[in-house]
């Protein structure tokens, strides 16, 4: 490794003893270290080295019910039931449709009757993939099935009581309950939140299975 000089930074030979430059006694120094940027540069700021998740866009409730998304799932009668959900849309329309609760829906503000939810009642929740409509249908086969198993017993009344309030239901909530469901079900495939026959006939096959046994027993 080559000296320098102490005094003026000549470059000195090896074993000299009087630097040749400036005749000062030799007091050999290692050359200066080229500094790096890096080791100047100061420590990150802990506050803005944290990584961030990224931030979801901001899309309001009623911008994503006029996408072609929402359209896709809704599929049959879009200008009815965007007619029915205005009022609605002027209460929470401009909130983040990412952030909000559909729980927080004042059914109430839903306007319209719905005359499919009132004459087909759960067959209609099921075909629009209304939130707890299964579960609505199954209590309708538990009792149905109670009221077989034990003729003229409270079952038997309760299940023909069911059918009606619920047709009551569906028809005047049935567009908010709709509303909701189709929030919650924003980010699923359009396969999955669409109109489905296929909920229908299922339940249709099982209501013919519970008659048929009915009537052999």
């Known amino acids: ?3 320098f000089c102490g005094n003026c930074g000549a470059q000195l030979a090896i074993s000299v003893k009087f630097c040749g430059n400036c005749g000062v006694e030799t007091n050999p120094v290692d050359p200066p270290q080229a500094t790096s940027e890096s080791s100047h540069r100061l420590p ?11 931030q979801q866009t901001h899309v309001s409730v009623t911008a994503y019910f006029e996408s072609e998304d929402a359209k896709n799932k809704i599929k049959k009668n ?3 039931y965007k007619k029915n959900w205005a009022a609605t849309f002027a209460i ?18 839903v306007k319209g009757w719905n005359w499919a939810g009132f004459f087909f009642s759960i067959f209609w929740g099921l075909w629009r993939g209304v939130s707890y409509a299964w579960t609505l249908f199954g209590v309708i086969v538990f009792f149905q099935l109670m009221s077989f198993a034990y003729p003229d017993h409270v079952y038997d009344k309760i299940s023909n009581f069911i059918a009606l309030p619920l047709s009551f239901v569906y028809a ?14 924003r980010n699923d495939e359009v396969s999955t939140a669409a109109p489905s026959f296929a909920r229908v006939f299922i339940a249709l096959a099982i209501e013919i299975v519970i008659i048929i046994g009915a009537v052999a027993a």
């Open 1 to 3: 490794m080559a000296n």
């Open 44 to 54: 990150p700021d802990n506050k803005n080295s944290q990584i961030t998740e990224p």
């Open 172 to 185: 005047y909530f049935g567009n908010g309950l709709y509303l909701q469901t189709l929030i919650k079900k």
């Open 92 to 109: 929470y329309g401009n909130q983040n449709i990412n952030e909000f609760d559909p729980k927080n829906i004042n059914l109430g503000t």
């Open 78 to 80: 879009v200008d009815y």
